[in-house]
């Protein structure tokens, strides 16, 4: 059975930083791109970033790039988001996600992903 379990979100002040972990199981791990999607509230869910395990490739949005850092374990089966000078717009539930397709590279497209986490809440005060 494949799950995905987010943890590390929280309260922080603008310009502070926090550490998402996305720990997989299921699955090969290294197969799979993971990605991170997140929500606001009366928003449609957004891609953030996403990491191709197997060649490292990474994709960031426009709202997060040079602020965010995405990274996986896979000796863990874990990935992880870095997110340093946080804004308020960040305010969000983030989301981590499993790719569709094996060996296919990353993708900021939700429907590029089939399995999701519950969300961990990170919520940026100003």
């Known amino acids: 059975e494949v799950q995905l379990v987010e943890s590390g979100g929280g309260l922080v002040q603008a310009g502070g930083s926090l550490r998402l972990s996305c720990a997989a199981s299921g699955f090969t791990f290294d197969d799979y791109a993971i990605g991170w999607f997140r929500q606001a509230p009366g928003k449609e869910r957004e891609g953030v970033s996403c990491i191709s395990s197997s060649d490292g490739v990474t994709s960031y949005s426009d709202p997060v790039k040079g602020r965010f850092t995405i990274s996986s374990d896979v000796a863990k089966s874990t990935g992880y988001l870095q997110m340093n000078s946080l804004k308020p717009e960040d305010t969000a539930v983030y989301y981590c996600?499993?790719?569709?397709?094996?060996?296919?590279?990353?993708?900021?497209?939700?429907?590029?992903?089939?399995?999701w986490g519950q969300g961990t809440q990170v919520t940026v005060s100003s």
């Open positions: 996600a499993k790719a569709r397709y094996p060996n296919w590279g990353c993708s900021l497209y939700a429907s590029q992903y089939d399995f």
